[in-house]
């Protein structure tokens, strides 16, 4: 299973501001909504545990919004 | 569009072992392979200048991997 975990809207995203930055500065013009977030991949037993796992550990639900997603191809 | 980036296989992945042995301590049992990694989720004019991007500033290619994923329902 997949997680991605990302800065809720309209909470600070540093990691976003400096990459958006620094894309101009490279010679990449054009880039925008730039935000960097986590992200988790796991084998579990029970899918289900993972909303859970999220809330106390994986992600900072206070600030934080996090996507639990299916890996094509992964047996859990 | 959408980057997931992670430790390359075989590189030390400190987040996800701490993660792994967090989570039984938390009652969550049998997960296994547990890798932390970045997300980075951006808008660009040209698709193309993400391979680059994700060499130049995104990823550290020499210890890891990315993966770039156009977003559905998105414009770029």
Known sequence: M???IRPKAGILDPQGVAV????PALGFDG???VHVGRLVELDVEDSADLDAMCQKLLANPLVEDYE????EGAHA
């Open 2 to 4: 997949r997680v991605l």
């Open 20 to 23: 958006e930055r620094a894309l």
């Open 31 to 33: 880039a925008a909504n």
């Open 68 to 71: 639990i997603q299916a890996i």
